[in-house]
């Protein structure tokens, strides 16, 4: 089973515009990572927030968590063409081995 | 700019065949997790090892089995192969059993006819 589910399924939006991709989980959490998956490549890791973290930035990347709401969210600023694959967000459990994906949010820029 | 390689990158096995996936992991990673994708889902995690030792398990059949190498290598066996097994294979390693993000391999689409 998944833990992490992302919202919504696929986005499309034009070159310039931000893009918003949320992500809801089940159970307590050390931290939780997005990814992205350009055409069923291997994923490249974007960015880890901890449990005690609410926020954070990476270039035009930014992620916030709220774990009393079991939610995280990523941010795209001044997305590009370039920006377009598969976004997934993963959770390390609290007390777990194993890093758990969700579905995905596709996102098509479109220039 | 991956430091994880996995091969073959292509397969195609008959169902009932056995088949070996290969990965070898960024030098230092002590962990490295496989998982299962099919098309259009998101990675499904089926075990991990840490040091050599099998560290956790997905709901995946025992005919899914493994091995980590003191080298930083990798395998994943596939007993009994069936038609359900198609999908895309992806290593990841892990400098410890958490708290990192993973580096992942281009994965190995096996395909099984």
């Known amino acids: 089973s998944q833990q992490g589910e992302e919202d919504p399924q696929a986005l499309s939006i034009q070159e310039g515009e931000n893009a918003t991709m949320n992500c809801s989980y089940k159970?307590?959490?050390?931290?939780l990572q997005w990814y992205r998956q350009n055409s069923g490549r291997g994923l490249v890791h974007l960015i880890l927030i901890r449990s005690n973290e609410r926020e954070k930035h990476s270039g035009r990347l930014r992620v916030t968590l709220d774990t009393s709401k079991k939610s995280s969210s990523l941010l795209i600023t001044a997305s590009r063409a370039a920006d377009t694959a598969s976004y997934f967000c993963?959770?390390?459990?609290?007390?777990?081995?194993?890093?758990?994906f969700g579905a995905g949010t596709r996102l098509f820029v479109k220039a | 700019e991956t430091g994880v390689t996995q091969s073959p990158t292509h397969l195609i096995k008959t169902r009932g065949q056995q088949v070996t996936l290969r990965c070898s992991s960024q030098?230092?990673?002590?962990?490295v997790s496989w998982y299962q994708q099919a098309l259009g889902q998101g990675p499904q995690f089926i075990f991990q090892?840490?040091?050599?030792?099998?560290?956790g398990r997905g709901n995946f059949p025992p005919r899914f089995s493994g091995l980590q190498f003191p080298n930083y290598s990798s395998e994943l066996n596939v007993n009994a192969l069936e038609l359900d097994d198609s999908a895309l294979y992806l290593c990841?390693?892990?400098?410890?059993?958490?708290?990192?993000?993973?580096?992942f391999g281009s994965g190995t689409r096996l395909t099984v006819v």
């Open positions: 159970t307590s959490i050390n931290n």
């Open positions: 090892y840490y040091r050599e030792e099998e560290n």
């Open positions: 030098s230092g990673h002590n962990t």
């Open positions: 990841a390693s892990n400098p410890d059993r958490g708290g990192y993000g993973y580096t």
């Open positions: 993963a959770t390390d459990t609290t007390g777990g081995f194993k890093t758990i």
